[in-house]
């Protein structure tokens, strides 16, 4: 009895082990042959994580931590943004990238500090907050005054001087000069050059202090500008030779004197009535080739504002709105140029 009870058992087991190799289930052997298959393609997708286009990848490093910046190279930052800002005419980013750099600049910083109110007046002038550009003038001077007094190392003790005389006859001039009146003739002191007569003007081609024919057309279009306003007094035709022009213009060279933060320079042979005006340019090159198109625009603005000088405009306007403002960044004239022009040649 008790063999015979045993044997469904038996029978079903070797039941269940031929149904099994006809259909096909894994068996051990399978069972690990399949894992072994899977983990080589999870090490192959691995593989080609790490690995493109057949070259293996540099193993991932960490973030090198940035560097700390001090508060004077931070506000060195700042200024260096505020200068780009002002040269592409964003005025209003200029001073705020201006004040941030002097909000961390300590109170005996002084030639830094003269420096950044400097270049803030200028962005307030040239938007016509002539309030808050003379206040920064007259932090400047006094910051510049402090810079000399103090300890003079790393000072330009000649540029600092030089401004700080600059900015004192600037807030000056700005308490008893008015940047709003029709023109600015009670500004300057008024030449007149050759009235009434068409202005020969003669632009050198020499390859050392002249310009190449393409930038003679260029400057020549800026100077023209003070011929095209309505009611201009005058009139300019190109000149080929220097002896019997009006304005002689050419290209300053590292021998000619120049103002201190000057690009341009203008002299005429007169007090009232001027026969020769003298203009020198500073530009990178004879030939415009090596010039980029922000060099170009300088070019055109300070031709622009020497010619004034040249026309008889002998100082500058106190309105950062004017050509004839002592930095303007500006490419065309100001009601209150043409209106000065116009006064001087009546």
Excluded at 112 to 117: K, P, W
Excluded at 269 to 280: A, Y
Aim: net charge positive; glycine share 6%.
């Amino acid at each position: 009895m008790l063999k015979y009870s045993n044997r469904p058992t038996v029978v079903a087991t070797f039941i269940s082990s031929l149904l099994s190799l006809q259909l096909g289930a894994p068996s051990n052997q399978a069972l690990a042959q399949g894992q072994t298959r899977t983990q080589a393609q999870g090490q192959a997708q691995v593989q080609r994580q790490v690995q493109g286009n057949g070259q293996a990848r540099p193993p991932i490093q960490p973030l090198a931590p940035a560097p700390i910046l001090t508060a004077a190279q931070q506000a060195a930052k700042y200024k260096e943004q505020g200068e780009a800002a002002y040269e592409a005419k964003n005025f209003a980013l200029a001073v705020s990238c201006y004040s941030r750099a002097l909000s961390l600049l300590p109170h005996d910083a002084a030639n830094s500090l003269a420096d950044l109110y400097y270049v803030r007046a200028m962005a307030h002038d040239v938007t016509g907050q002539f309030e808050r550009g003379t206040a920064d003038w007259q932090a400047a001077r006094d910051n510049y005054a402090k810079a000399l007094l103090g300890n003079k190392a790393g000072v330009n003790v000649e540029f600092a001087t030089s401004y700080r005389d600059e900015l004192n006859e600037l807030v000056h001039w700005r308490a008893t000069q008015s940047p709003s009146s029709p023109d600015y003739c009670d500004s300057i002191h008024c030449k007149r050059l050759a009235p009434g007569s068409v202005l020969k003007v003669f632009i050198s081609q020499s390859k050392k202090t002249g310009f190449s024919p393409e930038l003679r057309t260029f400057i020549f279009q800026a100077m023209r500008l003070w011929c095209q306003f309505p009611g201009s007094p005058i009139r300019m035709e190109l000149w080929p030779t220097q002896y019997d022009s009006n304005i002689i213009v050419q290209r300053a060279t590292a021998d000619d004197p120049m103002n201190i933060g000057s690009a341009g320079q203008t002299t005429s042979n007169g007090r009232e009535l001027v026969s020769k005006s003298f203009v020198n340019l500073s530009a990178p090159s004879y030939d415009e080739k090596d010039m980029t198109p922000r060099a170009k625009e300088q070019l055109f603005n300070l031709t622009l504002h020497e010619t004034g000088h040249a026309l008889g405009i002998d100082g500058h306007s106190p309105s950062g709105l004017d050509v004839m403002y002592f930095k303007s960044p500006l490419i065309k004239l100001s009601d209150r140029d043409a209106n000065t022009i116009r006064k001087i040649y009546q």
